[in-house]
């Protein structure tokens, strides 16, 4: 059925949609007291005396009445102008009156606006009017390294304890008693870094993301020894101190991981091997580090993250613990004013909401433009986490986080799903998170705690195997070229998104692994890929030469199954279908 206009009374009742300028000013998030005006139109048919918007925190609502502006093209304009005063996330709707009759109006698919009971509702972010966050981030490309793994220079010494091995030698996935230890080395340093910074720098990278640097006895890191030592097997405190400089020539930044929700058990805070010169937790209550620690039976029984032994957690308000790491002259502070440019916060969900409030603090005064980065793996701006609502991009928390969620769209889309589910995902993050934050989200995938992404997207079925089974499977040939073809597509995506491309170390290489130690092999500097190599190196250009095109607010759609992205002069479009992609530059 349809009015004089040709209108649909069945499909075109409203027009609102929050992803349009002209319905929803400005785009996404706000900032406090930003006067937010809204368009609402309403098909005249429909005869409506008024129309209301419900904006609602949590259980606190308030209430709006539109204004009627006009009657256009077979529409009421209604519309209303408003602030917030309050940083938080928020939920609207609409309510439409027309004599007797009330219609409710919810959220749709695409953000368009749906008449219907018990719909979802729009979201409104809202942060804080002085937010800012790190400048020298945006628009670069991230280089994550696993330290151990990139380059050895033979500077470094050996372990003391677990196995060295050299590069032609695989990774080990369990120990002869069946126990994994992550104690086989390979002897990365900062001086194999220091090695191939111009290998670096020719990807376009502009900042290095280290997995864990201080002391521990594990090769990946995430057990800390001691917050105050850079391990020796790295280089120590020299070696570090030559990277940041040689990365400052290069006008490459570095960003650190820091594990702050558990130590090592082998550390000299808990000390459970006597392996430090301190009296540590498990050895006795008298430790100053006792109360650092939640010990259920004392000394064998204690909270550790994700029941692993060898990492004890931290007490959530273990305020020595958080003054050594966040206090004046801390652990934060020490390396950001050797030139350390950032912060990776591991497990950042598990941390307080006050004490992530110290962390950011510390690093801003420290130097206002370093980047406070947390591991999150939802949408961050919904994420509640032992019972507290967290406040990332409020204004006192993160600058941004590691976006797995644009990853999962990603792997979702170049193995078959459908452009317009990769779309709504991506433009949803978009919406919710503020552009001062989304521009400097990490867009990944994959990293050290995933499968590699050449065999994720390489269609090989390991479901069956064992972890050791995987050790020895190597892609055929089909499925490396897949994987390849399928890696070149999500790797444009990844460079053409909102926020900063985090490459993997080794993924331009054509590395291969599935889960974790499998995805931390040694880089193959005698066997790379250099056709996947030249991709990459093309996409770094693009990005080091068109760098403030990738700051710009991106435009995102579907159509015919392929997703076509607009960042300033640049225009990708990806074709996983047919496994093709095309970037133009007008």
């Not at 009330?102 to 972010?125: D, T």
């Not at 550790?304 to 959530?316: A, I």
């Not at 317009?420 to 001062?436: A, D, L, S």
Request: glycine fraction near 8%.
């Amino acid at each position: 059925m349809q009015n004089e206009s040709g209108i649909s009374k069945k499909y075109n009742p409203v027009l609102y949609n929050s992803r349009n300028i002209r319905y929803k000013s400005p785009f996404g998030a706000v900032s406090t007291r930003r006067k937010v005006t809204l368009l609402f139109p309403v098909a005249d048919y429909i005869k409506a005396d008024s129309v209301k918007l419900f904006l609602r925190r949590n259980s606190h609502f308030l209430e709006y009445e539109l204004r009627k502006v006009g009657t256009e093209e077979g529409y009421d304009i209604f519309t209303v102008e408003f602030t917030v005063e309050m940083a938080g996330t928020y939920n609207y709707r609409f309510e439409i009156y027309a004599g007797e009759e009330i219609l409710y109006c919810g959220k749709g698919r695409g953000g368009e606006a749906v008449i219907g009971e018990w719909l979802p509702e729009w979201q409104l972010s809202v942060y804080q009017s002085h937010y800012s966050t790190a400048e020298f981030i945006k628009g670069g490309v991230v280089y994550q390294i696993f330290c151990d793994r990139f380059r050895a220079s033979g500077k470094a010494p050996a372990s003391k304890y677990g196995v060295m091995k050299s590069p032609s030698e695989d990774v080990t996935v369990r120990d002869a008693d069946g126990v994994y230890r992550a104690n086989d080395f390979y002897g990365g340093d900062f001086y194999g870094i220091i090695e191939k910074i111009e290998y670096l720098k020719n990807l376009g990278v502009t900042a290095i993301y280290l997995s864990p640097v201080f002391e521990s006895s594990s090769n990946h890191r995430y057990d800390t020894g001691d917050y105050c030592k850079i391990d020796e097997m790295l280089g120590g405190e020299e070696g570090f101190l030559r990277l940041i400089e040689a990365c400052n020539e290069a006008d490459i930044a570095i960003i650190l991981d820091g594990v702050f929700n558990h130590t090592g058990a082998d550390s000299k805070y808990f000390n459970k091997f006597n392996r430090y010169d301190s009296l540590g937790a498990y050895q006795s209550r008298e430790s100053e580090y006792f109360d650092w620690y939640t010990f259920y039976e004392f000394p064998d029984e204690y909270k550790c993250w994700w029941g692993c032994t060898v990492v004890p957690t931290v007490s959530r308000e273990a305020k020595g613990y958080q003054e050594m790491i966040a206090g004046e002259g801390g652990v934060l502070e020490t390396r950001l004013l050797q030139g350390v440019k950032g912060w990776r916060l591991d497990v950042v969900d598990e941390l307080s909401e006050s004490f992530v409030k110290k962390i950011r603090e510390r690093i801003k005064k420290t130097n206002p433009d370093a980047l406070v980065l947390g591991e999150v793996w939802e949408d961050a701006s919904t994420k509640y986490s032992y019972g507290e609502e967290r406040e990332y991009f409020y204004g006192d928390d993160l600058d941004g986080v590691m976006n797995y969620v644009f990853k999962d769209a990603i792997n979702a889309y170049v193995t078959g799903g459908s452009a317009e589910e990769f779309v709504e995902t991506v433009m949803t993050i978009t919406e919710n998170y503020p552009k001062e934050s989304l521009d400097t989200c990490f867009t990944l995938i994959d990293s050290h705690d995933t499968v590699r992404a050449i065999n994720a997207y390489s269609g090989a079925d390991v479901s069956n195997m064992s972890k050791e089974e995987k050790k020895y499977y190597r892609l055929s040939e089909s499925e490396y070229e897949l994987g390849k073809a399928r890696l070149k597509i999500a790797s444009c995506l990844q460079y053409f998104l909102p926020g900063v491309p985090s490459l993997y170390y080794g993924d331009e290489a054509g590395i291969q692994g599935f889960e974790d130690p499998l995805n931390r092999r040694y880089y193959p500097w005698d066997n790379r890929d250099e056709e996947l190599l030249e991709h990459y190196t093309k996409l770094g250009a693009l990005r080091r030469e068109y760098r403030k095109d990738f700051t710009e607010q991106a435009e995102i759609y579907a159509e015919d199954g392929k997703v076509r992205i607009i960042r300033g002069r640049l225009r990708l479009t990806v074709d996983p279908i047919n496994i093709g992609y095309e970037i133009k530059i007008s």
